[in-house]
């Protein structure tokens, strides 16, 4: 069967390839769109296709309301995506995006679904540990934003734009909404290995709190730092993108 990930607004594949033996979904950070991971979906080699995953609110969805609670964003993708699981497949979630894999992981294994080979967490605090930093989501604008330059929360890109930051502020403001009024509920461990990749600069998640993602899985479990801050990816973009690729 041919599928024609491009056509489903869930997802997006700038690259598609019908002989790719596995498939590569990213998940975006806060305020992220597919955008975030094109230069990755298109630096893959032909046997790994790179999807990039589409939260309403942003992108071409823009216009669309963005979802603020974590659960209700897994549940629309675990409908949306199945048609997609035809081949061996990865994920790939960098901060916000590290718990949506993860929670996709855990709904598709409890509704009987295939599981990823392999579960990337970037720059992304294991969830059974209490969240450290300040609810944020409530804030008035220019309290939240400045908190989001404290807290090297957002692309710094993003930061240094006003006219990119009031238009993006909404879906961002839910995003964190959804990271902070996440709940972890126990589970048995994911029966996949996960890949825990941090900065080694990272203000927002310490090496602990990232290696403690072991407790997450009965395979195997490896971590791995790169040169900069909470956005290695974009820094350290080459290296990550190769190590992930070599690991696939």
């Not at 990823?116 to 409530?138: E, T, V």
């Amino acid at each position: 069967m041919n599928i024609h990930i491009e056509s489903n607004t869930w997802f997006a594949c700038p690259r598609p390839k019908r002989d790719a033996k596995t498939r590569v979904f990213f998940f975006p950070y806060a305020g992220g769109g597919p955008a975030a991971f094109a230069k990755w979906c298109n630096g893959l080699t032909d046997s790994f296709e790179g999807t990039a995953v589409h939260y309403p609110g942003r992108g071409s969805r823009h216009p669309e309301p963005p979802l603020t609670d974590l659960r209700a964003l897994v549940e629309n993708l675990s409908q949306a995506i199945p048609p997609l699981l035809d081949k061996p497949f990865a994920f790939f979630g960098h901060s916000l995006g590290g718990l949506i894999a993860f929670e996709l992981a855990r709904t598709l294994r409890r509704k009987g679904l295939a599981q990823p080979n392999i579960l990337f967490i970037s720059a992304c605090a294991a969830p059974l540990l209490p969240y450290p930093h300040p609810q944020l989501h409530q804030l008035a604008d220019v309290e939240f934003v400045n908190e989001l330059k404290n807290l090297n929360g957002i692309l710094p890109e993003i930061l240094r734009n006003n006219e990119l930051m009031q238009l993006s502020l909404p879906t961002i403001r839910a995003d964190f909404e959804m990271i902070e009024t996440y709940q972890y509920q126990s589970d048995a461990p994911l029966d996949c290995p996960i890949v825990a990749l941090g900065g080694l600069d990272d203000p927002r998640v310490s090496r602990e709190r990232l290696e403690a993602w072991v407790e997450h899985t009965t395979h195997a479990f490896e971590s791995h730092y790169f040169a900069g801050d909470h956005f290695f990816l974009i820094t350290a973009s080459e290296v990550a993108l190769k190590f992930v690729e070599g690991n696939l």
